[in-house]
């Protein structure tokens, strides 16, 4: 069955509001002529861009996302943002568990899986981050670590959100080294993602889950990576920032999907 395509750019600590604003009014136009019937286009900004973006891309086919959500309704967690207040900000996706929140501010499988049921239950659009390291893949730990990531991660949710759901794989050694997984690497692993997400959840919710690739993709290796029956669009990083690349970067991805 075909899956969606969804490209979503990855803004993290860049941006102000007014130069998120100027990006996405520059992007706009040159994602006009993209038909939602075939693709979803996201930016994802940081939480104080997010408000004056929503309101620039009223009217238009780019949809919001946020890089975070915490598990509480409300209380003393500082620093932190609730799934309510993203809702009303008009945010329609969250990214959830990037490895960079792994890596640096100790986020784990078991709060990865808090804070994706409390989006789930605020009606956000969760994208899910899985991945392994250099050292893992070396040690031929990649399935291993993945399937545990999918285990903890996803625990308790039903197969009809998983299916509705979105999961990035970014292998941790390709985020913005310029070092992307071959098609046919990346290929494999999606592969093996959706058999473990059959296993864990069901057939229908394994072909129904659209997984994105991450980790230096550029509009010159989109289109070869999203041909891959196993690969549903991409998280992108450092060609989301510029709305020429990031625009280059979704048409072929289309292409790809031969969409
Ligand atoms: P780069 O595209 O810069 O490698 O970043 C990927 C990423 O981490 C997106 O979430």
Not at 16 to 32: D, F, I, M
Not at 90 to 108: L, N, W
Not at 224 to 230: G, I, P, S, Y
Request: aromatic share 6%; net charge negative.
């Amino acid at each position: 069955m075909a899956r969606k395509v969804i490209v979503a750019g990855n803004w993290k600590m860049n941006k102000t509001a007014s130069e998120g604003v100027a990006l996405v009014e520059a992007l706009k136009p040159l994602v006009a002529d993209v038909c939602e019937c075939c693709a979803e286009v996201v930016v994802c900004p940081t939480f104080t861009t997010l408000s004056a973006v929503v309101e620039a891309c009223k009217g238009s086919n780019v949809k919001v996302g946020a890089q975070n959500v915490h598990w509480a309704e409300s209380g003393a967690f500082t620093g932190e943002i609730s799934a309510a207040m993203l809702k009303e900000a008009g945010v329609e996706y969250v990214i959830i568990g990037h490895s960079e929140r792994r890596q640096y501010f100790g986020e784990t499988d078991a709060t990865v899986n808090s804070r994706l049921k409390a989006a789930v239950a605020a009606g956000l659009k969760p994208i899910v981050c899985i991945g392994e390291t250099l050292e893992e893949r070396e040690g031929n730990k990649t399935e291993a670590v993945l399937g545990k990531q999918l285990e903890d991660g996803l625990k308790d949710l039903d197969s009809a959100t998983v299916g509705a759901m979105v999961l990035a794989y970014e292998p941790v050694w390709a985020i913005g080294t310029g070092k992307t997984a071959t098609p046919e690497m990346a290929q494999e692993t999606h592969a093996f993602i959706r058999s473990k997400v059959a296993e864990l959840f069901g057939k229908e919710a394994a072909e129904n889950v659209r997984i994105q690739y991450g980790g230096s993709m550029k509009p010159e290796n989109a289109e070869e990576l999203v041909r891959q029956a196993d690969i549903d669009g991409g998280l992108i990083g450092g060609a989301a920032l510029k709305a020429d690349s990031f625009a280059a970067l979704v048409k072929n991805a289309i292409k790809g999907a031969g969409c």
